[in-house]
């Protein structure tokens, strides 16, 4: 009977006002449109299948160590001209000084690396500590990224909601969530788009 469209991508608190019968049609990429719902969130967006293989090793590996994501998205960033002209990639400083902030803070730290170009992250990121790239899940089975992801004590994210969600579906209740401090270069706001408790930087 309704349709609601996100007017700007920032936090609109306005669509609390919304009709309970509505299409939404947007990002809505903020926590604050469902804080208050969390748990119901966290139990909705479980991952379903359980994971096996390969995976199932790493899942043992990173819930047994002081585990911590570290995503870096490339691909479509550098490659998609409309996307290429709103979002750039996150630069080896912000991921050195993420790292660097990361390692004052917690002992023996050991560095799990998702990528859409694991090349590249090997060749120009600095790792003072154990690191583990993950580079198996490929096509269909992307997403296990992210499940594993979650499965990290700590994040450091991408300017990309893949790694956004792979830190918020986080169980640790005292995790450390790194963002890049500029997540569009066109000026976009992005006001409500981290959580308060994330660092950016």
């Not at 580079?135 to 997403?143: A, G, I, M, T, V």
Request: overall charge positive.
């Amino acid at each position: 009977r309704h349709f609601v469209v996100e007017p700007h991508f920032n936090y609109w608190s306005d669509f609390f006002k919304s009709p309970t019968n509505a299409y939404l049609r947007g990002y809505w990429q903020s926590e604050l449109y469902f804080k208050s719902i969390q748990n119901l969130i966290r139990e909705e967006f479980k991952f379903k299948i359980p994971l096996s293989g390969e995976n199932a090793k790493l899942a043992k590996l990173i819930q047994s160590q002081k585990s911590v994501s570290l995503h870096v998205r490339r691909g479509d960033y550098l490659t998609h001209l409309k996307t290429s002209r709103i979002v750039s990639t996150c630069s080896i400083d912000y991921y050195e000084k993420a790292v660097n902030l990361i390692s004052s803070k917690i002992q023996s730290p050991v560095f799990y690396v998702f990528s859409d170009d694991i090349c590249w992250a090997k060749k120009n990121i600095l790792m003072p500590h154990p690191c583990v790239y993950i580079d198996h899940n490929n096509h269909l089975e992307s997403y296990r990224d992210m499940q594993l992801m979650s499965l990290c004590q700590h994040h450091i994210i991408a300017n990309s909601s893949f790694s956004w969600w792979g830190a918020w579906l986080g169980q640790n209740s005292s995790k450390i969530v790194i963002a890049p401090k500029v997540w569009f270069k066109n000026g976009t706001n992005d006001s409500g788009l981290v959580p308060n408790k994330w660092i950016r930087l």
